[in-house]
C-alpha cells in the first residue's frame, strides 16, 4: 500500500450512499431545515453527487419560483449547510460525514428550452417542407 492509495469506495456503495443523502435530505426539506427562505414544496433534491472517497457531496435541488425566490432558497440553503451535515451524521452511519455543498439543478430549465427549440425546430422544418413540394413529379 503506497501512500498515494486512500480508500475508494465501491460505486455501488457511492451509489447507495448518495441515495441514502437523497433521501435523508428531501425529508429534511419538509420538516427538518427551519429556515423560513426555504419554503415547503418549493424546493426538491433532484440528484446527489458523492465523491469517491465519501468525504464530498454536492446536493443538487430544483427551486420552482422567481428568480428572486430562488436566490433567497440558495441563500437559505448555504445557511442550513452545517445544519444538514450534523443531521445526517446521525442519520447516516459512515466513518466521516461528507461536506456537502448545495447546487442549483436547472437541467429542467435547459431541458424545456431545449423541448421547445426542438418543437420550433420542427415545425419550421414542416413549413419548409411542405414549400419544398411542387407538383410531385420528379
Known amino acids: 500500500m503506497g501512500k498515494g ?8 456503495r457511492v451509489a447507495r450512499v448518495a441515495e441514502l443523502i437523497k433521501r435523508e435530505v428531501s ?4 420538516s427538518g431545515i427551519k429556515d423560513d427562505r426555504v419554503g415547503a414544496g418549493m424546493v426538491s433534491v433532484t ?3 458523492v465523491s469517491g472517497d465519501l ?11 422567481t428568480a428572486e425566490a430562488k436566490a433567497e432558497t440558495m441563500a437559505g440553503l448555504k445557511s442550513a449547510t452545517g445544519f444538514v451535515r450534523s443531521e445526517l451524521g446521525q442519520r447516516i ?19 424545456d428550452r431545449v423541448l421547445s427549440l426542438l418543437n420550433r425546430l ?17
Open 5 to 12: 492509495s486512500f480508500v475508494m469506495a465501491t460505486s455501488r
Open 27 to 30: 425529508q429534511m426539506l419538509l
Open 47 to 49: 440528484d446527489v453527487d
Open 55 to 65: 468525504q464530498h457531496a454536492k446536493i443538487f435541488v430544483s427551486i420552482y419560483g
Open 93 to 111: 452511519r459512515l466513518r466521516r460525514t461528507p461536506e456537502v455543498v448545495f447546487l442549483e439543478d436547472n437541467s429542467l430549465e435547459r431541458g
Open 122 to 138: 420542427n415545425q419550421e422544418r414542416q413549413t419548409s417542407d411542405t414549400a419544398d413540394w411542387d407538383d410531385g413529379d420528379e
